[in-house]
T-cell receptor, first 115, second 113 residues
Framework: EADIYQTPRYLVIGTGKKITLECSQTMGHDKMYWYQQDPGMELHLIHYSYGVNSTEKGDLSSESTVSRIRTEHFPLTLESARPSHTSQYLC??????????????FGPGTRLTVL | QKEVEQNSGPLSVPEGAIASLNCTYSDRGSQSFFWYRQYSGKSPELIMFIYSNGDKEDGRFTAQLNKASQYVSLLIRDSQPSDSATYLCAVTGGPFGNEKLTFGTGTRLTIIP
C-alpha cells in the first residue's frame, strides 16, 4: 500500500490568495510528480522532481511553483490564486528503475476551488 | 497524434461478462506499461503493470502486451458493478527506466447489473 499524503484534501479560497498544497511520502522515493485533473478529464503533468534540489516543469504550463528540499516532501505553491486554478491536484511518487519499479503511487488529491 | 491512445468510451458491459480495454502507443522504445483504475473523484490506483510480450494475469485481470503492434490491453473477467470506473493506460520507456509516465486519456467502463 502506498504511503503518500496530501493536505488539505479540500480547499476553498478567494482570488489573489497565496496557497501551498502539501505532499509527503514515506516510501523513500526519489521521483515525485504533480498532476492537474479537471472532473472527467485527463491527467496533466505540471511538475516533477527526480531528487532533492531537482525540479522540472511538466507537459502542461502552470503558474504554480514547486520545491524539493527534502526527499519526502514536494509542496506546490500558487502565489496568487485565480478561478482558472480551480481543479484537482494529484501528487505521485515512484522509484527509479524499470518495470514495476517505475510504478507511480498517487496521493488522495487536493480539490481546490478558487472563488 | 497522442503518444498513448485509448477509446474514451463509455464502454458498457453486462455484469459477469468480459470487459476488454485497449491502448496503443507511438514510442517503439517504450518498455513498461501500466493499467490504473480511477473512480470518479478519486485518485488513480495501480491495477497491474507488464513489460514482457504476452499475457500477465492477476486475479480477474489479465494484461496483454504486443510490442510489435505497439498494443497493450486489459481484460476483466466476471465483470462486477464495482469495476465501473475510468481505466488509464500509462507507458514509460528508455534504457534507464527514469523517463516520465505518459498517460492515455482513459476509457470509462460501466458494468450493467
Amino acid at each position: 500500500e502506498a504511503d503518500i499524503y496530501q493536505t488539505p484534501r479540500y480547499l476553498v479560497i478567494g482570488t489573489g490568495k497565496k496557497i501551498t498544497l502539501e505532499c509527503s511520502q514515506t516510501m523513500g522515493h526519489d521521483k515525485m510528480y504533480w498532476y492537474q485533473q479537471d472532473p472527467g478529464m485527463e491527467l496533466h503533468l505540471i511538475h516533477y522532481s527526480y531528487g532533492v534540489n531537482s525540479t522540472e516543469k511538466g507537459d502542461l504550463s502552470s503558474e504554480s511553483t514547486v520545491s524539493r528540499i527534502r526527499t519526502e516532501h514536494f509542496p506546490l505553491t500558487l502565489e496568487s490564486a485565480r478561478p482558472s486554478h480551480t481543479s484537482q491536484y494529484l501528487c505521485a511518487s515512484s522509484e527509479y528503475g524499470r518495470g514495476g519499479r517505475g510504478t507511480q503511487y498517487f496521493g488522495p488529491g487536493t480539490r481546490l476551488t478558487v472563488l | 497524434q497522442k503518444e498513448v491512445e485509448q477509446n474514451s468510451g463509455p464502454l458498457s458491459v453486462p455484469e459477469g461478462a468480459i470487459a476488454s480495454l485497449n491502448c496503443t502507443y507511438s514510442d517503439r522504445g517504450s518498455q513498461s506499461f501500466f493499467w490504473y483504475r480511477q473512480y470518479s473523484g478519486k485518485s488513480p490506483e495501480l491495477i497491474m503493470f507488464i513489460y514482457s510480450n504476452g499475457d500477465k494475469e492477476d486475479g480477474r485481470f489479465t494484461a496483454q502486451l504486443n510490442k510489435a503492434s505497439q498494443y497493450v490491453s486489459l481484460l476483466i473477467r466476471d465483470s462486477q458493478p464495482s469495476d465501473s470506473a475510468t481505466y488509464l493506460c500509462a507507458v514509460t520507456g528508455g534504457p534507464f527506466g527514469n523517463e516520465k509516465l505518459t498517460f492515455g486519456t482513459g476509457t470509462r467502463l460501466t458494468i450493467i447489473p
